[in-house]
């Protein structure tokens, strides 16, 4: 069964304090995975597409990296402002375009 | 780029009484849309898929009848809640698709229903 787990969960952080959240994932055939934010009350905003292990992206303080088996999302000095619920979400060769998404892990940085 | 809204953004209705929430994909032609609904502090949970002009794919325990879609064009899709009921109450959200494989998603539609 493909599936998608993140962890931690919640992580708070003070801010300029980097760390990492992680995806890991089980499908048959990774045909994408894929890093969403989303504040409270809005729909999920596209950040990264990643297809290949290696393969690394970023975005001012945010940086995705993709193994076969997991992927990081990096956050180097944090600010307030980028506090939010982090997804991860895969899409299976068999699957067609839909998204597997994980649970998300809620990230609050603090001044 | 890549702009998908939602209408209304919010909503309050009867029960027993229909609701019909739009999904736009504004700069680009939408091949595929999909309908997510999302609970409090869960993920996003996968309703349906639609592609232009084709009856829409539900996931197993989507009650069909009760949720109606419709992908009239390339970049208009509509989800209708029939005879909705206070458990029906969430947060439902769209996504589009040029045929590429990133998904761009809307902003969310908030229904309550008392």
């Known amino acids: 069964e493909d599936q998608v787990t993140q962890s931690p969960e919640a992580l708070r952080l003070q801010e300029g304090e980097s760390s990492s959240l992680n995806c890991s994932y089980t499908v048959s055939g990774l045909r994408g995975l894929f890093w969403y934010r989303q504040d409270p009350g809005k729909g999920p905003e596209f950040l990264f597409t990643?297809?290949?292990a290696g393969e690394e992206k970023e975005k001012e303080r945010l940086k995705a990296t993709l193994t076969k088996k997991e992927s990081f999302l990096h956050i180097t000095a944090p600010k307030p402002e980028d506090s939010a619920t982090y997804l991860c979400?895969?899409?299976?060769?068999?699957?067609?375009?839909?998204?597997?998404f994980g649970k998300g892990t809620t990230l609050s940085v603090s001044s | 780029g890549a702009v998908v809204s939602q209408h209304p953004s919010w909503v309050i209705c009867k029960s027993g009484t229909s609701v019909k929430i739009e999904c736009r994909s504004l700069d680009f032609q939408a091949t595929t849309m999909f309908w997510y609904r999302q609970f409090p502090k869960q993920s996003l949970m996968l309703m349906a898929t639609s592609n232009e002009g084709s009856k829409a794919t539900y996931e197993q325990g989507v009650e069909k009848d009760k949720f109606l879609i419709n992908h009239a064009s390339l970049t208009l899709s509509t989800l209708t809640v029939t005879s909705a009921h206070p458990e029906d109450s969430s947060f439902y959200i769209c996504s589009a698709t040029s045929g590429l494989d990133t998904q761009y998603f809307g902003p969310g539609t908030r229904l309550t229903v008392l």
């Open positions: 990643l297809y290949s």
């Open positions: 979400a895969v899409q299976a060769n068999q699957a067609g375009t839909a998204l597997i």
